[in-house]
Structures are given as C-alpha cells and as structure tokens.
T-cell receptor, first 112, second 113 residues
Framework: SQQGEEDPQALSIQEGENATMNCSYK?????LQWYRQNSGRGLVHLIL?????REKHSGRLRVTLDTSKKSSSLLITASRAADTASYFC????????????FGRGTSLIVHP | DAGVIQSPRHEVTEMGQEVTLRCKPI?????LFWYRQTMMRGLELLIY????????DSGMPEDRFSAKMPNASFSTLKIQPSEPRDSAVYFC???????????FGPGTRLTVL
C-alpha cells in the first residue's frame, strides 16, 4: 500500500537551528500532508501540499514536493524547544480512495 | 468546537474482557477514522466511515474487532475478547472531506494484561 517513509528516524538539534525532515513515497499521489504529534497527544495537521504544487509555507514551516523524485521535505526554521515532537507525512495514492497512509515518523528533539 | 472527543483516555483491562472505545467527531464532519498506533507497526488505519456508513474495514485485524457509527456524532470501537497484543493507543479522527486534513482526538491508551 502507498506509504510515505520519513528520514531520518530521529533528529536532535539545538534551539535556533533549522530542522529538515524528508518523506519518500512509492507511487503517484494526489496530496501529501505533514502532521506533528507531541508526546501523549493526537496528531495535529501542519500542511497539505497537492501534487501540482512545489512549495508551501506556514509560519516557520516550509514544505517542498518533488513528484519526479517522489519525495517531500519539511523544514522548520529557527527551531524552538516546543517543536520537540514526532513528525509524520501522509500520502494518498492517485486514482485511489484519497485515504492518507502515514509513515513511521521522524522524532525531533530540540535542546534548549 | 471542542474538537474530537475520545473516551476513556486510559483503559486497563484483563485478557478476555470486552473493551469499548468511544469517539465523538467534530460536528459537520462526514468522515470518521479509527487508527491504532504502536511502536512496532506505527499508525494503522483500522476502519473509516462516510456519513455513518463503514466504507473500508480492511485494516481491522480480526473478528474480535468491530466498529459502529449509529449516528453522526458517535462511534464505538469494540474489542471482544481483548488480548495483550491489542495494547496500543487508539485514535479517532474526523474530516470534512476525505482528502482534507484530519482532526485527531487525544487517543485512548489501552493496556490488556
């Protein structure tokens, strides 16, 4: 089944640094979404990028999508300790049911 | 809106017991999803509903699991009988359109002893 795979599995940085996470997938998609999950909480939607878009911004978040490489990246600029969380990408296969399938996530730790 | 509401937040039970998890989606959302999250398998979609009708239950692990949505504001996920391998965090999520963002509840942490 369609599934995004995040890379790296874990990332540890200092406050103020930028954090980049990547997502690769196998088949063509309609949309790709990024979610954040704080420890002990449900997932929170961050950004949705459609297959015909290449880049989207939301505050300190920047998402890029390269459909030729079947990959996406999430960049968090000027990270804060509060950004510590797991980040998931979710993809839905084009021609399919639009149901997003989640990857295993990247665990980000931002040290104050 | 209070967001997606799940109850209970924590459930500890013994093997063989029946477990019922509850979810109230965001009002006006036509889609409701049940997920299970474990360290080993990540986040798995169990079943989803559209307008209270189950559309795809291919992710339900076995017959011990069942889900219902009697009306637009309530859904249950039942495990009978429960087994230790069912221990996980179960999330409910809802969305307005199937391709839109999903809003997740806080989850129910289930421990089966």
């Amino acid at each position: 089944s369609q599934q995004g795979e995040e890379d790296p599995q874990a990332l540890s940085i200092q406050e103020g640094e930028n954090a980049t996470m990547n997502c690769s997938y196998k088949t063509s998609i309609n949309n790709l979404q990024w979610y954040r999950q704080n420890s002990g909480r449900g997932l929170v939607h961050l950004i949705l990028i459609r297959s015909n878009e290449r880049e989207k911004h939301s505050g300190r978040l920047r998402v890029t999508l390269d459909t030729s490489k079947k990959s996406s990246s999430l960049l968090i600029t000027a990270s804060r300790a509060a950004d510590t969380a797991s980040y998931f990408c979710a993809t839905d296969a084009s021609g399919g049911s639009y149901i997003p399938t989640f990857g295993r996530g990247t665990s980000l730790i931002v040290h104050p | 809106d209070a967001g997606v509401i799940q109850s209970p937040r924590h459930e500890v039970t013994e093997m063989g017991q029946e477990v019922t998890l509850r979810c109230k989606p965001i009002s006006g959302h036509d889609y409701l999803f049940w997920y299970r999250q474990t360290m080993m398998r990540g986040l798995e979609l169990l079943i989803y509903f559209n307008n209270n009708v189950p559309i795809d239950d291919s992710g339900m692990p076995e017959d011990r699991f069942s889900a219902k949505m009697p009306n637009a504001s309530f859904s249950t996920l039942k495990i009978q009988p429960s087994e230790p391998r069912d221990s996980a965090v179960y999330f409910c999520a809802s969305s307005g359109q199937i391709y839109n963002e999903q809003f997740f509840g806080p989850g129910t942490r289930l421990t089966v002893l």
